[in-house]
Structure formats: C-alpha cells, structure tokens
C-alpha cells in the first residue's frame, strides 16, 4: 500500500490513529481546575557542540585553529609570501605542563615585500562597519632586531582595517590591539604580517568581536545568546548528546578539560568531525573557549537552570561500543562528585576555589545532573547504580537524570524503563526524531504512563519532515505544527513530564552535519525557524498548573484534527489556553469559559501560515512570526474562527 503523506492527510481533513471522528463545535475551559502543578524550569534549551555550533558559532572566537593544536597544526592557516619576500614557517614545542604544546615560529630572511600568515576563520569571518575586533596573542623575538607586526581584516586585495604593533622583546608577552572595520563584509581573511628581518615566535592568536554578549573578552555572540534569552528558558542542557559519549572513550567530553587558562584547555577533535559521511567536516575540533564555567554562567545568564551530561564509562554503542570496567570506574564517577562541588562548593572546596579564581566566588546551584546519554543495556544500568550510589551518598538532594536510550520504544527502551522504575529513577530522559505523523499520533503519549513512577524529560525531539527528500531536511511549517500539537500532549501531562527541549539548538547554514535545528546562522547574522516561535510560545506562557480545556466532555489530541492544552498562572492571575488547529480549513469555535474572569478582552497569540512546506532562511528571517492581537469576551464566551495550520494561545485575566 503506498505510504500517504502527512500533508495529504492534513490537506483532506483526516484525523490521526483511532481518535474520534466527531466535529468540534465548542471548548470548554475551566477557570478554577486547578490541576497538577507544572515544573517552574519545564521548558528548556539543549545545546551540542554540533553543526559548528560551539566554535563558529555562539562561542565568538573568529580564528580557526587558533593555538595551532590540530593534528595538522597549519589548518586554518596559509602562508603569504608576495612582492619579493623570503620566508618560512615552523611548530615548534612550549616545554612547560600547559595543555598548548605548540606555536608558530615565522622566519623572515629579507626586508622586501609582504610576509606572514593568514587565517579564514570558520566557513570564512565576516565583520561590520565601525565594528571593533579585539585581538590578542603571545610573542617573542627569537632572532633579530626592531621586529614588528602588522595586523589586518582583508577581503581579497580591499584591507578592512589595519593596525601596527610593535615593541616586540626577547620574553614571552601577550599582545591586545583593536581592529576597527571599515565596512561591512563576509568572507574575510585576518592576517599577521612580519616586518623586518629575523624570526618571531607567536602563539594564540585570538580574535572575538568586541561586542559580545555582556560584553565579554572572549565572549559569545550577542545575536545568538539574545534569541536564546528571548525563549525565557526553564534549563540549559549541556554540553550534549552523543558528544558526550565520544566515538570512543578518548574522545569523550571531559568536563576537567574546559575550564581555566586556555592554555590549559587543549584541543579534541569533535565527534561530529567525521561521524556522516555525506557532511564530512575534517576542520571541526573543539578549543574548549566554551567550556563547563561557561556553560554555567551562560545558565545563570539566562536565568535557566543548569543541567550538565557526563559520561557513565560507556562510549558510543553506535561507533566502538567502548566500555569501562566496572572495578575502573573510579575516575569517572570522582568527575562526576568534583563537578558538584565546582558548581555548589564553598571557596574553601579545591574545586570551589577553581570557579572563584575563574570569577565566580557564589555557587551556581546546581540541581540536576545526568548520568549518561543514549546509553542501553545491562552495562548501562550496572553503571548507573554506580553512580547513583556515590551521588546520593554525598549530595542526597541532587536530582540524577538516567537514560531511556536512543529510541523511543523498543526493547532497550522498555528495559531501561523497567529497570530504573524498579530503581525508582527520579527522572528519564526521552529522545524521538520523528516524522510529523508520529508527533500528532502520540499527543496523547504520557495520558497512561504510571502517575506514581519516574517522571520524564523530554530530552531530545524534532519532527522530520516527509516533504524534504535531501539531506538538509529543513525546519518547514509541516514539522513545527506537529511538534506543537505534541506539546499540548507534554503541556497536558506535566505532572508526568518534568523537563522538555527541542534538539538540535544551533546550525551554521555552511558547517552543519545534521538537520532541522532551531537556529541557523552564517558569520555574519542569525535567523529563527518557525519551530523556534512554537518552543518560544510555549516557554514564554507557560503557566504554574495544568487545567482543563474539552470538547465534549473529553481532552482534545487530535479529535477533528485540533489539538488543546490549558494552564493557570498563579503569579499572573491568568487562564492560558493553547489551542493548534492541524486543519486545511478555517475552523469556528466558541470557547466557553466556566468561572469568573476579568475584563472583557482576551489575549490572543497566532502563529500562522497556509502552506506546510514554508520555512526561513537569513534572507527571509519570519515568514511565520506570532502576531498578538486582542479578542472580546462576551458573557463568559470568546468567539474564535481559527485558521487553518494555525497554533493560537489565549490568556484571559481572571
């Protein structure tokens, strides 16, 4: 039998699975059903270094290769050499313990022409006019005198800014100018040029914008962080995902390596370099600029809770499988404990006083931590008590998040489920990259799940759409209508569903490996999908209790293809009630609100668009945008006529 498309089904009215088919004529809301109360951090963030989306992306460092660490310690990099100059380049080794073992020795024989190096950053640099870039480095003279620089941003043979340095010494000395550029402009090239003869040692050259987030040296891209705070998020869930497990032991995320002097961060290649075949990325490593202390301060930033992943000993199941023993596990469950006491511990703690020198005395407060990602199997529940044991032993309030497993059914995750509900697991997270049907056939997914066991975190979801047949499937109408009639299902099951995030969170639209992502981004700007403003609707109105919204009597998860979730917000003294309509057609409905209300207008919220397959680009930012418009109350009644592919949120003040 041919497969039928979610579109077609959308376009002729079909509703889902085995819902009723009976016509909707009206909802009822119920202002005083004060119902489970919702977690206050329920909607959240996931962030993986992936698709460039650490370096290259929110993280602001514009030169590749910065400290010359790769395997190929020249990529990034290439040497000019014009107008008669004589030159050579070389590595050569730091003899101190610093995790930056190598730096660049530039040996210049002659006066004549133009001599150094030049950097094209990641998928290019781009800059704007009058904008200031900040640039640091390390230098020494090794041979000669009266050695100088020349710093500059240039985009072929047109130089965007250009500044001198000079009083170069025999020592070690780390070196900050600015450049200032003159226009606006992508692909650009930032070179270092040599002047005089003899040789100069230099190492981690730097360049960030000046106006990062907060300000920041070394900082995060202000455009990007900015529609991350917009979304009031709940958490922030980091740093992964499978980057977490590595392709094999040595390549997982070691939390220890990322914080303090960058020099002392080092360099790993990322897991994603080389993981798909058809999005090979050679050039992708990690410099560890974004590492745990900044994953924190991003939290607090936002006002999100933070929720770090570490790795239980188990190395990804999909690559080599790579398992610690048992009786060796010491290490990674000490990471686990120290971690703790880095984000919670006194200045008087070791690790304590490793955040307070990095300029954070107060404690993060941490709340969550996780134990594993997409792990299964036996090997991973022996692990789990492993780590569960030490936990609870040392920080009882610390809530463990465990692992369900990649999938979301199935043997391995109906043996996890089984096995950490007899754990009494506090919180299971839940990953589904699904089609659209998926998504609106299992709306009503949690309405069964035992009120008394494990709660869930959604911890990983996005709708693929069946109407992008390539690689780059991208975040169109279609996907981002069904995920929020999902959400009306976790919204309506939130004393089952603690803590939810759509994933992935970031992509550059040259450098990325997988797709849909919420947020794209090129070098020079930053676009959201039309299922970002689904996720930002839902976390920006989210309400402290569920309550209830019906249609004959009965909760609404597809029935005539609408989809239905209400809440109260307790602070705002406000019934929200989030009504999706998945239908070809304009639908008419009274909604009948029981209890007493204030005013005589409701707030109405719509986010809109008659075709299924339209999504964004950097050209074309909102195709689809919420439009927020006001709608009469009359006797207790609002009358609505709710377009077709519409998701509309309604807050009425009581």
Sequence with gaps: MKRITF???????????????QKISAFEVDLKSKGASIAPDMWGLFFEDINFAADGGLYAEMIKNYSFEFPSPFMGWQRIQEQ????????KPHLDESKNKKFLQMQRLNEEGVFGMSNAGFRGMAVKANANYRLTFLARIAKGENLSLKAQLAKGRNILADVNIEGLTRDWQ????????????????????????GELDIDMISLFPEDTWKGRKRGLRKDIVQLLADMNPGFLRFPGGCIVEGFDLENRYQWKNTIGEMKDRGTMINRWNIEFAHRNAPDYFQSFGLGFFEYFQLAEDLGAEPLPILSCGLACQYNSGEIVPLDMLDEYVQDALDLIEFANGSVETAWGAKRAAMGHPEPFDLKYIGVGNENWGPQYIERADVFEKAIKSAYPDMIIVSTSGPSPDGHEFDYLWKELTARKAELIDEHY????????????????YDRNGPKVFAGEYAAHSTTEKDALKKNNWEAALSEAAFMTGLERNA????????APLLAHVDGWQWAPDMIWFDNLGVYATPNYYVQKLFSTNPGTHTAKITANGNSVAGEDGMYASATID????????????????MRAFDIKLSGNVKGKNATWIELQSNQLDVAHSLKEPKKIAPVEKSVEIQKRVVKT????????????KL
């Design 7 to 21: 579109s077609l089904l959308l376009a002729i009215g079909i509703c889902w699975g085995v819902y009723a088919q």
């Design 84 to 91: 008669g100059a004589m030159g050579y380049h070389y590595t």
């Design 174 to 197: 780390e070196y900050e100018v600015m450049l200032t550029a003159s226009e606006t402009a992508d692909q650009v090239n930032f070179r270092i040029l040599l002047e005089g003869e």
């Design 433 to 448: 990259y699904k089609s659209p049907e998926w998504f609106l056939e299992s709306a009503r997914r949690y309405d069964n």
């Design 495 to 502: 004393d089952i569903v603690r803590l939810a995030s759509y």
């Design 570 to 585: 307790e602070k705002a003294k406000e019934i929200i009630f989030k009504i999706v309509n998945t239908n070809a057609e």
């Design 641 to 652: 006529e709710l377009k077709p592919y519409s998701v509309n949120v309604f807050r009425v």
